[in-house]
């Protein structure tokens, strides 16, 4: 395994800066010495006083200077021209699966005009590689588990799937065409500190502070429960930067990686389990009130990573444990919102 270190004299745009995985990734390569552009259009889709929270913590870093900007305007091309990144990570996008069905328009907007622009200036100002985020989602309906990068991916049951999908198909055909070295990173369920508030874990958290029921889309079926690969936010980290100075090189320079735990948890015992978390950072009991109700339209019953593709390539191996990594968040989220312990 021929691994190369991270070239911390280059330049690294992060589209989505202010996002949940990007001010991580961005935090990490400014505290090596890096040089961080980071763009985002900071959209109201959750409480964006987290977002100016992440960037406000990024702006105590020399290296660091912030753009807002939204990549689905032309203008986005400026930033390329301004300031010449090498490296380029895509982490700008409408995310969410139930968002989707009621608001499809802002998804092709960002999530496909957003990504053409990105590809676009990438051929006008040439990049030595673009990572971009994919989702577990393109795998929609399959039932072989766990999921392979190999397998087909015909079957989306979501417009934010499909788009997803749609952004690998793009980036393949202008690596293709103007041999731009890009990797697509399909994320399974990341969690943790400053997570979004949209993500079930943090929902939960804050419904339960606001002495409000959680509604758990199962039917109560214990037998037949959800599965999801929960992946924390730290291992993600370490994953993508291993491979910004890895790009894909050969005739078609355009790789797909899953980068997930390789280990599903049940919904129910992910529930549990933060319970357990926010007991043990609170010193009490912890139940949340539960109100089950059926699967919604576009989840899918599993998620679950077959990592070795990765592994084999970085060394990728997640090591946090799902009690673990929602102990940390606990600790976070009680701090972070003033929550008064026994």
Not at 225 to 246: A, K, M, Q, S
Request: hydrophobic share 35%; with cysteine.
């Amino acid at each position: 395994m021929n691994i190369k270190q991270l070239d911390t004299s280059k330049v690294y745009l992060i589209t989505g800066a202010a996002g949940f995985i990007g001010y991580f990734l961005a935090k990490k390569l400014l505290a090596q010495g890096c040089r961080v552009i980071g763009v985002d259009q900071i959209n109201d889709y959750y409480n964006v006083s987290l977002k100016y929270n992440r960037l406000e913590q990024l702006q105590a870093y020399a290296k660091f200077t912030f753009v807002k900007a939204d990549i689905s305007d032309k203008r986005i091309h400026s930033v390329f021209e301004k300031y010449k990144p090498q490296i380029v990570i895509n982490l700008a996008a409408q995310a969410g699966v139930r968002y989707s069905i009621q608001n499809p328009d802002v998804y092709i907007q960002s999530n496909i005009v957003g990504f053409f622009h990105i590809l676009e200036a990438c051929r006008n100002h040439p990049v030595d590689h673009l990572v971009y985020a994919s989702s577990s989602s393109v795998y929609g309906t399959n039932e072989k588990v766990p999921f392979e990068e190999t397998d087909a991916v015909d079957n989306q049951v979501s417009l934010y799937a499909t788009t997803k999908k749609t952004n690998e198909l793009m980036a393949n055909s202008y690596s293709h065409l103007y041999q731009i070295p890009s990797t697509g990173l399909r994320f399974f369920t990341v969690y943790g500190p400053m997570g979004r508030p949209d993500m079930a874990y943090h929902s939960f958290a804050d419904k339960y502070f606001a002495d409000e029921p959680i509604h758990i889309y199962n039917n109560g079926d214990a037998d037949n429960d959800l599965y999801r690969d929960f992946t924390y936010i730290d291992d993600i980290i370490v994953g993508i930067e291993r491979l910004l100075p890895n790009p894909p090189v050969g005739l078609l320079p355009h790789k797909i990686y899953n980068i997930g735990n390789n280990k599903p948890v049940k919904l129910m015992v992910f529930i549990e389990t933060l319970e357990k978390a926010f007991s043990k950072t609170l010193g009490r009991r912890v139940d949340f009130h539960k109100i089950f109700k059926p699967r919604q339209p576009g989840d899918v019953p599993a998620t679950y990573a077959s990592t070795a593709l990765l592994e084999k390539e970085i060394g990728f191996k997640p090591e946090t444990s799902i009690e673990e990594g929602l102990e940390r968040f606990a600790a976070w989220y009680v701090d972070y919102y003033g929550i008064k312990k026994l």
